[in-house]
Structure formats: C-alpha cells, structure tokens
C-alpha cells in the first residue's frame, strides 16, 4: 500500500500519490453456502460521496422516523471512528440512506441510496471507549443464525458475551457499503477534520449544495450479491455459484477461490510408519496400532479487515502454548520411553478454524471415518525420482489428492486435548477445563483427561495459576456447549463417541475486552494485554496432561491421580516464559511474522522440498509485520497440493482423463520428474520444521536409564543431506534418518500437512476448480473469496463541481475571441502599412 505524507492534507504540495492511492485495509466480501457477507460496491462502477461524519449524517433522523425521507440528497461517504463502528450504527447508517434518493452530482447513481461507502477511521487513543475493544462475531460464534451452525457443539451458548459486543456484524451482508479501515495517523486526522468541516456545513440540510467538496472514490466491486429467491427466500448467489459459475459459452471459469491452507500435524516418539495395522487392537501377527491423543488448536484468526487479523490472543497465545508442549515432551521425553505408552501423542495446529473448522474436520474425517484413495490405490511415490530411495517415508493418493497418507497410520483418536485464548485471563490467575464426561457420551476418558488436567494444575511449580472445571452446564437441548475450537470438530463428526477436553482462559464467556475476532487483538493495539507465564503454564499443563492421557491403559484401569503422578515425574520441569526459545518464539508470533526464526525454519524446508521434487517453489506467503493470521485463499500458490505429470500440472488425476486440448492426460509416474507439489505458507512451513525439530530431540540415540534425553552436540545444516554425519540417531531405523530442521540435525521427520480445505470441496485434474463432492452432507459452510481486480482501492480528490468548469471554459472561450479580433485588426493593419 502506499504510504502516506509526513502531513497528508489535499492542501499541500506533493500528497498526490497518497490520496490518488489511500492506504487502507478493506472489508472484503466472502461467499458461503446461504450466500454472502462482508462488504463491496454494487457494481464495477465507483462509488462516490462527499465525505461527511456519519453521526452529522444521522443527526437529521434521530427520532429513527426517516423524517425528511424521500428528498434528494446529495451522495454521500460516511466517515466513522473505530469506537462507532458496529453492526448497530451501520444500520442506522443503511437505513437513513434507505429513506433518501440519491443525486447525480458526481455521476449516475443506478442502484442504492446516497451512502456510498464508509471509512473507520483508527482511534488516535489506545483507552478507547469499550466499543472500540468489540467483538465483530455473534455473541455465538460459528454458532446459531451463522453458516456455521450445524457444525458448532451447543451453538447457542453465549460465549462472546461479557461486555464483548457480540454483536455479529462479520456475518452481515453489506452489499453495497464498500467499508476500509485506515490506520495511518496523519491520514485519520486529516480525514476526520475534513469530515467534520463538510458536515457542519450541511448539517441543516443533507441537500444543500455540496460544492466544493472532499470527496472518496470506491472502486471495490467484489462480486454480485443483495438479491434473494422470493419463493426460497435463499439468496441467489453463493459459493457455490461461484465456484461453479460458467460463462456464455460454458466454460468452467470460477469467480472465487474457497478459503484454505494446509494444517501441521506432528507425532511424539518414533515417527507413525508407512505400513500399519489400521486398529487399536491386537491382530493376528501381534503387531497393534496404538490409539491417538490429540494435542490441538487453530492457528487463525479473522476480523473485518481480513489484513488486519493478529489473533494475539485467539490464535498466537494458542500456537505459542501447544509449541512450548512440544518442545517439552521432545527435549525432556526419549521415543522409546514414549513408544512404551498405551496412546500416541499427536500435536495437531489447524487452519482456517475461524470458517467452519476446515481444518480440523478435514483431518477428523479423513482420520476418523476413514479416506478412500480412488487413483493411487496404497499410495504413490510422492517424487517419482525418489522412489528407489530407502529413506522415502511419505506415500500420496492422486484423486482425491493427498500429498501425504501418513494419517493413515493412526490409531483410533481416542480423546482430544485442545486450547484457546490463554493469553489473557482477564486479569486472575484462573484457567479453565471445558468438555470433560460432556463431551463423549459418558465413555469415561473425557472424564478422565479432565480431572487429570485439574489434579495437575495444582502442583507446585504453577506460579500461583490453577485451573477448575468450567462452570457451562447443559442446554435446553440436552448438550454442553464446547467453545467454537477443534474439539467441536470430533464430537460431531464421532457423533458423540469421542470427546475431550479444552483449556480455556475464560470460564462461560470470553474474558471482557477479549477482542474475539477484532482488528485490534494485538499486542500493539495497547488493548491486548497477554501473559506470558499463563502461556507458559498452560503449555506446561497441556504437555503433562498429554503424558498422562497416554499413559491411560485399553481398560481405562489407570486412576486419574495416578496417571497425574506418572506424567509430573517423567516431566518435572516447567515451560519457563523467559526461556531463549519462548522470547524468540513469542518475538514472531506476536510482533514480527517475518522473523529470523520462520525464515529459517522456513527456507530449511524450501530447500529439503527442493531436493525431494527437484521444484524449488520459492519462499510460502509470510505472515507479515505485524502477524496477520487470516487464512487466505486455497489455491496453487497458497497451500493447495498439485501434481505435476510429464511437465503439465494439475489439481488431481482420476485417470483416463482428457486435457484442455482434448489429448489423454498421461499418467503419473512415466516421467522421472513427476511429483506431488506444495507450496504451504511460511508460517505453516515453519510450524513443520519446528515440530521436527522440537520432537525429534527424543531420537537421539543416547537416553539415560530413567528415559530422559541426553542432548549430543548437533550437527548444523542447510539440508537434510548435510546430515549424514549426524552420529547420534538409530541408523537401523529408516524412520529415524538424520532430518534437517531450523539449521540442525534431528533424528527422523516427524511432521505432516494435510489439507486444510472444506469437506465438501474436491479438487479436480484443471488447478483452480473444485467439485462439490457427491456425499456432500451440507452442513459445512463453504466460505470462499472473490477474485479481486487489480485496481480495487479508494482515492479522495477536491470536487469543486461544473460551475467552476463551466466559469473557466467561458472566460477561456472569451478571451479567445478576443485575441482573434485582436490578430485580425493587427493584420489589417500591418496589411495597410504594407508591413505584412
């Protein structure tokens, strides 16, 4: 974006390119299964307005009667502090507008009323009022009367209320009301003085003339919307029109990409092999596959202003916890103390959690109902040129495409363990256990983790924080409601049979002044206050509750007391908050995404990618400075798995299909350079390198008598085959090969992605379309973004009106004539004189 003047005003010299190209953030619109939401112009025509403050531009309606209603007014820009700007006072705004008939002073105005648009203008204070610290979500997030409704456990429960706000204007559909949001401080004084002083001109009378005028320029169409079926009362344009949508001659050519991203998923102990026994019980040769604990939390966040998300504490506090987690169990527990125990540890980071958890029910429902590779039977080799390679230990599916089977090997999940917004307790020292005996039908291990997780936190290392059961109790309809987080994505989609517990920083409601969903959950809003040791402490509780779970025999016939010793005597040390690796990590997650840390984990992971496929796809998109943690869209540049097959890419392949030239599309593997490809964000590969890292300390093959690691001297690299010299791993293990991650050698890759897209969605051989899946149930959401032109943005100019054009050209016009009857009479008699 372009940055603005040093003393931006329209006024002064050298400002032109400042407001020509006005540095915001916009309200974007998305589509979903029942239609739309999010904001945009009407059509591919700008939307212009004088700029006025919109309470000047309500003031005439406070009564709310519309008195003056029907009059021509002028159009109009509403201009709107942070602190005002809620799902209320936007229709007060719509509706006076509704009222009024637009003039054509600065064009034709074919559809809508005068409101052309709204600029929120950043508070010039950091104690803003309590509006400004608002949630945009319902006080049900993802909840009742959302698109993700169906898919949230008792998704009537009030959890964004307590002073939140609630108030669910990022569900609103505001077609028609192209909205951003600026930051920079000289432009909001500017903008706001000018409104002000425009307003108190006309504040009278909304139609007196408005020249001359400051106006702004919306040039922000981002697809159709605002119509609605009279018979269904449906709205007549949603993502799947968009995604489906075919031009006059029938050519599949999508308005929209769905949102998406790839989520991270890490096992403890020696890495999940290739060849299992898909069962958590005994099989005829003896060998077994040990049921699954899932340590999980999204790592997204959204707001209005899809640039502006920082999650501080809705997303990064969370990622920030299940890390430290990890690093504890990897750097304190050797693999085969933790192959000894009943369950498995799997460390599960999800994405795009705020859309109707894609992420985490993706993952859930390939692992717990099960995937079925239609074109790939067992798996491909995912790098054709590898596939003579001992060391290869990741297999694929081409349709529906899977750049990685792992999951395949996983046990039964057996209970999950998830976290959210432990950042800011509101003050106390108190956490909170959601979930428990509610959540899988009274099967006892939900239960089970939730008393582990209290009789843990009162040991003696918790810095005076604790943690109790959560004070939710049934609903009317019979249900317990779970926070909108991933352990409402396995309660469903076991309908009920598997449960677990989720930490939580609030008890019934989100703390007050959470910020849920807001543009300003930022450490840098002077809003968000995070505590580091309660992240500290809820990442020490997490690692040993895993430990614990675990530790819980096929009979549930370990005491929940006992399983708390066992886990607090393998894992005696806490997470330390001023710890090198939790100030680094804390340093990134919640100030600079483009740190030195992600970078090098990240470009580890570019370059062993490199060498695996023989593609370097370059750097993923970073997470920015500050983080901005919104999905984004899913398609080949931004997390979406593709193949390349004799030189061409593609979304998938079924086999037997047929190109854009009618020619057969050959099959994988008949080219040495043929591979699965992906491309996932920084963040998401750093994630990866860092679970690599992070867990792959048990390996080293050095462990003392009572299971503890004992870190060897690491060898450094740039890639994994750096690494031969690495001495400390089982080398009679392909599983456990030297692994490069963040610059050192670990022993084995234990980390995974895995598709984080809706359910409902199946990506086809041509990149960038994808099917409604036969099966498809209907419940999820289906949330996607429209293609953006690229020459969206605003621009604010002078407008003095015709009259000042009309006044210049007659006495240019004049003067003109003048000076030919003065040429002409100066010929004639240059002409007499005989000089001409």
């Known amino acids: 974006m372009t940055a603005a003047a040093d003393n931006p005003s329209l006024n002064e010299p050298f400002n032109g390119a400042t407001f020509e190209s006005l540095p915001h953030f916009p309200c974007v619109t998305l589509y979903h299964r029942n239609g739309r939401a999010g904001c945009g112009t009407y059509g591919h025509d700008v939307q212009t307005g004088r700029l006025l403050h919109w309470t000047d531009v309500v003031a005439d309606d406070a009564d709310g009667d519309g008195g003056g209603g029907g009059t021509t007014i002028p159009p109009y820009v509403a201009v709107m502090e942070e602190d005002s700007y809620d799902a209320e006072n936007v229709a007060r705004l719509v509706y006076f507008s509704s009222l009024h008939v637009p003039g054509e002073h600065y064009g034709t105005v074919e559809e809508g009323g005068p409101l052309r648009g709204v600029l929120v203008l950043a508070s010039s ?315 899988d039908g009274g099967g006892g291990y939900a239960s089970f983790l939730s008393s582990v997780m209290v009789e843990l936190s009162g040991s003696d290392d918790a810095g005076g924080y604790s943690s109790r059961a959560s004070s939710v109790g049934v609903q009317e309809d019979g249900t317990y409601p ?92 806490a997470v330390d908050p001023s710890s090198e690796t939790f100030v680094d990590l804390y340093g990134c997650l919640f100030e600079d995404g483009n740190c030195e840390t992600f970078l090098t984990y990240g470009g580890v992971e570019r370059v062993n990618d490199a060498v695996r496929t023989g593609s370097d796809l370059g750097m993923g998109v970073p997470l920015g400075t500050p983080p901005n943690y919104y999905v984004s869209i899913y398609d080949s540049s931004n997390g979406q798995a593709f193949v390349r097959a004799s030189g061409k890419y593609y979304g998938s392949l079924t086999g037997g299909e047929t190109g854009d030239d009618g020619a057969p599309i050959k099959g994988y593997g008949e080219n040495d350079a043929d591979a699965v490809l992906l491309r996932p964000s920084l963040f998401e590969m750093s994630l990866f390198g860092m679970l690599n890292d992070f867990l792959g300390r048990g390996s080293f093959a050095s462990g003392d008598e009572d299971g503890k690691v004992a870190a060897p001297t690491l060898v450094s690299c740039k890639v994994t085959s750096d690494c031969s010299s690495a001495s400390y791993c089982d080398s009679g293990s392909a599983l456990v090969v030297p692994t490069c991650a963040g610059g050192r050698c670990v022993c084995g890759s234990r980390s995974h992605y895995h598709p984080a897209l809706d359910e409902a969605l199946i990506a086809v051989a041509k990149l960038g379309r994808f099917e409604i899946v036969g099966d498809d149930e209907g419940v999820s959401a289906l949330y996607a973004e429209p293609y953006w032109s690229s020459s969206v943005g605003v621009r604010i100019y002078n407008d003095a009106g015709v009259d000042p054009g009309v006044y210049a050209a007659s006495i240019g016009a004049a003067f003109a004539l003048a000076c030919i009857w003065f040429v002409w009479q100066l010929k004639k008699r240059l002409v007499k004189e005989k000089v001409y």
């Not at 517990?501 to 968000?528: I, K, N, P, R």
Request: with cysteine; charged share 15%.
């Open 125 to 439: 204070s950091s104690s803003s009022s309590s509006s400004s610290s608002s949630s945009p979500e319902p006080l049900a997030p993802q909840g009742e009367g959302t698109p993700s409704s169906s898919l949230s456990v008792g998704n009537s429960h009030g959890w964004n209320s307590n002073g939140n706000g609630g108030d669910g204007l990022v569900n609103a559909d505001m077609y028609g009301v192209p909205t951003v949001y600026v930051r920079d401080a000289g432009l909001v004084s500017y903008l706001a003085e000018t409104a002000r002083a425009q307003s108190g001109s006309s504040s009278s009378s909304l139609s007196e003339s408005p020249y001359p005028s400051i106006l702004a320029e919306f040039n922000y169409y981002m697809g159709p919307g605002g119509e609605v079926d009279a018979e269904s009362g449906k709205a007549v344009y949603d993502s799947k029109k968009c995604l489906g949508w075919r031009d006059a001659d029938g050519k599949w050519t999508p308005r929209c990409a769905p949102l998406g991203g790839n989520s991270v998923w890490a096992a403890a102990g020696t890495p999940v092999p290739l060849d299992v026994v898909i069962d958590d019980k005994d099989d005829d040769d003896g060998s077994t596959t040990r049921p699954t604990v899932l340590v999980s939390t999204s790592i997204d966040s959204t707001s209005m202003f899809h640039d502006l998300s920082p999650g501080a504490n809705n997303a990064a506090s969370n990622v920030l916890a299940v890390l430290m987690a990890a690093n504890l169990i990897g750097s304190t527990i050797n693999d085969g103390t933790l192959d000894s125990l009943h369950g498995r540890i799997v460390f599960a980071l999800f994405q795009g959690e705020s859309y109707g958890y894609v992420g985490s029910r993706n993952f859930l429902k390939d692992v717990v109902r099960g995937f079925a590779c239609t074109n790939g039977e067992d798996g491909i080799v995912p790098s054709v040129h590898k596939r003579g390679d001992g060391a290869t230990t990741v297999r694929a599916c081409l349709h529906p495409l899977r750049a990685d089977l792992t999951f395949e090997g996983l046990g039964r999940v057996r209970g999950m363990i998830a976290v959210d917004q432990v950042g800011n307790l509101g003050g106390t020292r108190e956490t909170y256990v959601q979930g428990g005996d509610a959540t």
């Open 482 to 573: 779970l926070p909108p987080t991933p352990l409402s994505s396995l309660v469903r989609i076991s309908s009920g049979g598997t449960g677990g517990v989720v930490l939580t920083g609030y008890d019934d409601a989100f703390v007050a002044g959470s910020m849920y969903h807001s543009h300003l959950d930022s450490t840098t809003s002077g809003l968000q206050n995070i505590d580091v040791n309660a992240i500290a402490y809820a990442a020490t509780l997490l690692a040993r509750t895993a430990v614990a779970a675990a530790y819980q025999d096929a009979d549930n016939g370990v005491d929940y007391a006992a399983a708390a010793a066992y886990a607090l005597e393998l894992l005696p040390n």
